[in-house]
């Protein structure tokens, strides 16, 4: 399957990125010192930027997703839609003024999905 075709946000196709993490959200500590989770997990998607990249993850920069389209949490050849999704932030890394790398992150309840 062509790079980039299972990516979606909000249902618009969109640059697959080169590499993608799921991390747990840590929510605290409780009472007895523990680590408390959120039923949220971090996405974080990078993708080093060429001549001809689009930069259409900025147009989501912290906004609440309808959906997003993405690999599933743990698999490699499974792609799922989750409907409860926010884009945290997207940021651009420079190196003598030219973008190098975009990086978005995403809060995604991995229990909602369609």
Same mark, same amino acid.
């Given at each position: 399957?062509?790079?980039?075709v #299972?990516?979606?946000?909000n249902g618009i =196709?969109?640059?697959?990125?080169d =590499?993608?993490?799921? =991390?747990p959200?840590?929510?605290?500590e $409780?009472?007895?010192? #523990?680590?408390k989770?959120s039923?949220?997990w971090? +996405? /974080?998607?990078s #993708?080093?930027l060429? *001549?001809?990249? %689009?930069? %259409?993850? +900025?147009a989501? *920069?912290?906004?609440?997703? *309808? $959906?997003l =389209?993405?690999r599933a949490?743990g698999?490699?050849?499974e792609?799922? /839609?989750?409907?409860?999704?926010?884009?945290?932030v997207?940021?651009l890394?420079? $190196?003598?003024?030219?973008?190098?790398?975009? /990086?978005a992150?995403?809060?995604? *309840?991995?229990s909602?999905?369609?």
């Open positions: 399957m062509p790079k980039g #299972l990516y979606k946000i =196709t969109v640059t697959a990125p =590499t993608e993490a799921w =991390t959200f840590v929510a605290g $409780s009472l007895a010192g #523990l680590q989770r039923p949220y971090e +996405l /974080t998607w #993708l080093g060429g *001549d001809n990249c %689009d930069l %259409d993850w +900025l989501y *920069d912290n906004m609440e997703l *309808d $959906s =389209t993405t949490k698999k490699l050849d792609y799922e /839609t989750y409907i409860d999704a926010k884009c945290v997207v940021t890394r420079y $190196s003598r003024g030219v973008a190098e790398e975009m /990086t992150k995403f809060r995604v *309840d991995p909602q999905i369609v």
